[in-house]
């Protein structure tokens, strides 16, 4: 990175430094919207009971799914920019950039009526318990009433980050998450308004977030070489919207199949009762911290994957695979023993004083979270790969075979057939993590990841 621009180039240094340099922000990052996620359930549930904690999280559960076009979308824009960069093929950074913030926006508001329409019907698809119900539907729909600003934020964190930097993301979800924070406690501890309050502080937080970073990037775009205007957001480039939707679609895709499989898991769960409702929201948070390194790295590595495959170096694809390997494998390992040794500690924090309903399903579900931990470690390495490589037929099938085959299959196959009940949902879910990690290795290893190299491969690395 020069004096001139903010841009950086993964292409040559090292390739550990680089990686925890341009991960930790993302890992304080990731952490932070965990807390954010968490604030919500630990205040509801300590205020309302286990009926708050289950709103919280099938309300959750309902509004996260429409976030599937962001992320997907967002997640491909980045590969993108990465590999514009790598290619050497900045001037067209701008007109790629207004095209994505472009078409999202509009995805934003087609998902968000959507949502409201049909916001009845997926709340009683997920059989939200009765107790539960009126928190779910108010904190559903403040959500996707603010869908815009989550979509927001990931637009302009997946430019941030596709540029190598995401040391400023962290600082606006930073901001975010001491704010949603300060609202939680005014709006539920102090003003009653329950789950819905809780939403319309992560509604409020994630508003404010997007207007210092969209602020931010239009006062520096030189410094990011956006010689952007009006029109590009409005008249959209077609070659550069076709490598959009091409490698988004499948992205989007995984995302929306994943998050539905997710949704088919918890409508059986919740059918088990409020304490089996309001325990899976907190294992799905406690699940997520797993993900903290995992996610991380991913988004790290997809960046440094895309720019040397751009490039043509194959073997720093390589260094960089086997060091997210090591760092992931590490951290799993960690979290498995932490859990193993202080379960009740860990899991009483989400819950009222004599939920003991609650806590009693924690020692069954502790080898789970263990491979909960361990799969999100070894698919990291191979999401990096198959993201970073933009190969949209393998990232299709990654979508259909990780997102739904695998996931709802497992969960039916130990839920329902083998009748191990919630616990059995639990552990399809946990053992379908493991998908990406083995289509990547028939990918690493077919060398079908090398053709999206556009320049020749050099030695020298």
């Not at 993964?10 to 965990?34: D, K, M, V, Y």
């Not at 495959?309 to 390589?318: E, I, T």
């Not at 069954?364 to 999100?376: E, K, R, T």
Request: net charge positive.
């Amino acid at each position: 990175m020069n004096q001139k621009t903010r841009i950086r180039d993964f292409t040559t240094g090292s390739i550990p430094r680089q990686l925890i340099t341009f991960a930790t922000p993302l890992f304080l990052s990731n952490l932070l919207q965990i807390v954010y996620n968490m604030v919500d359930m630990m205040v509801v549930g300590n205020v309302m009971g286990k009926a708050g904690t289950s709103a919280v999280s099938v309300g959750g559960d309902v509004s996260n799914l429409l976030t599937f076009v962001a992320m997907g979308f967002a997640s491909a824009g980045q590969v993108i920019i990465a590999r514009l960069i790598g290619a050497g093929e900045r001037k067209k950074l701008a007109r790629f950039v207004g095209t994505m913030v472009g078409f999202l926006t509009v995805a934003a508001v087609i998902m968000s009526v959507l949502g409201l329409i049909l916001q009845d019907t997926m709340l009683t698809l997920m059989k939200t318990p009765d107790e539960a119900y009126t928190g779910a539907v108010a904190y559903s729909t403040v959500c996707m009433a603010g869908l815009i600003f989550m979509y927001g934020y990931n637009m302009t964190s997946a430019i941030l980050r596709g540029m190598g930097d995401s040391t400023r993301p962290f600082i606006f979800i930073s901001i975010a998450a001491v704010l949603n924070l300060i609202l939680d406690l005014v709006f539920v501890a102090g003003l009653h308004m329950g789950a819905g309050g809780a939403a319309l502080a992560t509604i409020i937080s994630q508003a404010v977030s997007v207007v210092i970073s969209t602020a931010y990037l239009v006062r520096k775009r030189r410094a990011y070489e956006l010689d952007i205007h009006m029109s590009d957001f409005v008249k959209w480039d077609k070659p550069l919207l076709r490598e959009l939707i091409g490698l988004g679609v499948p992205m989007a895709i995984k995302t929306c199949s994943i998050q539905v499989s997710k949704l088919f898991v918890n409508a059986f769960i919740n059918g088990y009762g409020v304490a089996v409702s309001a325990f899976s929201g907190i294992a799905n948070k406690i699940a997520s911290v797993s993900n903290l390194i995992s996610q991380s790295m991913n988004v790290a590595g997809s960046t440094l994957v895309g720019q040397n495959l751009a490039a043509g170096k194959f073997k720093r694809v390589q260094r960089v695979m086997l060091t997210i390997t090591i760092i992931t494998s590490a951290v799993s390992i960690l979290l498995s023993i932490a859990i193993c040794l202080f379960p009740e500690a860990i899991f009483s924090l989400f819950t009222a004083e004599g939920d003991t309903d609650v806590l009693a399903l924690v020692d069954g579900y502790l080898p789970i979270a263990v491979l909960m931990f361990m799969g999100s470690a070894f698919r990291s390495m191979m999401n990096s790969l198959l993201n970073g490589s933009g190969n949209h037929r393998v990232n299709f099938a990654t979508a259909i075979l990780d997102g739904i085959i695998m996931r709802i299959g497992l969960a039916v196959l130990f839920g329902l057939v083998l009748d191990m009940k919630h616990y059995g949902f639990w552990l399809g879910d946990a053992l379908a993590g493991f998908t990406p990690f083995f289509i990547g290795l028939v990918f690493y290893f077919s060398g079908a990841w090398k053709k999206g190299a556009k320049v020749k491969a050099t030695e020298e690395d």
